[in-house]
């Protein structure tokens, strides 16, 4: 049952990255009900004591319900009161109602919650949220997919991260594993793993004694751009601001602080910009590296909280050296196959498909073209 699904918004502010994974696989099904944004805490100072997020739900009235999150990927009947005595406390003090995401509330766990006055969510589309009258939205019945096929942890974020080194660097698919995970900024076992992956799905082969080569490349590239939107950017956490100024974001490099120049690449549209000179570039992206404090540029570049700004600043991944564009390094331009998925990322109008069609092109079809699978001999 579902009413008044009309004009609502649900407003996630996370805190916790199990929340932030759950929440992200959950906000397909409430999309279903209205419109959804995720807020992502820049310093991910959590505390166990404190919720996992907070969740913020605009009824078609205009009245606000807030509620106390939990995030727990599996709930046992063991677990269900302790989980149910921390959501009490939170909503005693901070008057959150309680919440509680997870990967399946199947009809006995949901029973159970709302036995206890807890509202659900599920990442198999199951809830049950009676934020007042005019939102009552109770869905069950949902059973989890049959479980995917191992393989597919290559398009999952961790997968996602080596995937795009080995289309930017086809011949890391040679390093070792330890310099692989280091320019992907991965754990020795996850390279492992991943790799065997890609193997299994055809996309890494032995195409002469004791050598390897991606192939299929271009297929490989259309799974990361398609993952990189709806996956992999999201745990880069992505922060939105505006210029208190108005300022053009043309100036913006210049005004990066010397402490936060070397661990800073420029993407987006001014990325675009200045290598096809074909753009008036209206936003910029800012891939900063885990050792930059953001804080310094925010406050050196008078910046603004804004979901709508056109600043967006995202924690980059692995070494930077890896991601540096040959050619464009005074500039300090990230690389051309990340700057096209930022182009795409989101409703590109007719003037940034262009610019990536320019980008695409010259600078990552030659790449894809030189696949060992589509050569014979």
């Not at 397909?28 to 959804?36: H, V, W």
């Not at 949901?110 to 939102?135: F, K």
Request: glycine share 8%; charged share 25%.
């Amino acid at each position: 049952m579902v009413n008044n699904r009309s004009s609502m918004l649900f407003s996630f502010e996370v805190h916790d990255r199990t929340a932030l994974d759950l929440f992200a696989e959950c906000e397909k099904s409430l999309q279903r009900f209205g419109k959804t944004e995720l807020i992502e805490k820049s310093d991910w100072a959590y505390e166990r004591s404190l919720p996992a997020g907070y969740l913020t739900i605009q009824a078609p009235d205009g009245r606000i319900s807030r509620y106390a999150c939990e995030a727990k990927r599996r709930v046992g009947s063991s677990a269900l009161a302790q989980i149910a005595s921390q959501l009490e406390n939170w909503e005693t003090a901070y008057g959150g109602k309680p919440l509680l995401l997870t990967t399946h509330a199947n009809d006995a766990l949901g029973d159970q919650l709302r036995a206890r006055g807890i509202a659900y969510l599920d990442t198999v589309g199951n809830a049950c949220i009676m934020a007042d009258p005019l939102v009552h939205i109770c869905v069950r019945g949902f059973k989890p997919l049959k479980r995917p096929e191992r393989a597919t942890r290559a398009f999952q974020a961790t997968g996602l991260q080596l995937i795009a080194l080995l289309l930017g660097h086809p011949e890391a698919i040679e390093w070792t594993y330890r310099k692989i995970a280091e320019f992907a900024g991965l754990s020795l076992g996850s390279v492992s793993r991943v790799l065997s992956d890609l193997r299994s799905l055809g996309f890494i082969s032995l195409v002469a004694p004791g050598r390897n080569a991606v192939v299929n490349r271009r297929r490989l590239f259309e799974h990361w751009e398609f993952g990189y939107s709806t996956r992999l950017r999201l745990r880069l956490r992505p922060l939105t601001y505006r210029q208190a100024d108005g300022a053009k974001v043309e100036g913006i490099p210049r005004q990066i602080p010397p402490a936060a120049r070397e661990g800073t690449l420029i993407g987006g549209e001014l990325a675009a910009a200045i290598a096809t000179k074909h753009l008036r570039p209206q936003s910029i992206t800012l891939h900063v590296w885990p050792n930059v404090p953001i804080l310094s540029i925010v406050k050196e570049l008078t910046l603004v909280a804004d979901p709508n700004g056109n600043i967006a600043i995202i924690r980059q991944f692995g070494n930077m050296s890896a991601w540096k564009w040959e050619g464009h390094e005074k500039e300090f331009l990230i690389h051309p196959l990340l700057i096209h998925a930022e182009l795409l990322h989101g409703k590109p109008d007719d003037r940034l498909l262009e610019t990536a069609r320019l980008i695409y092109d010259a600078h990552i079809a030659p790449t894809l073209d030189n696949d060992p699978s589509t050569h014979s001999g």
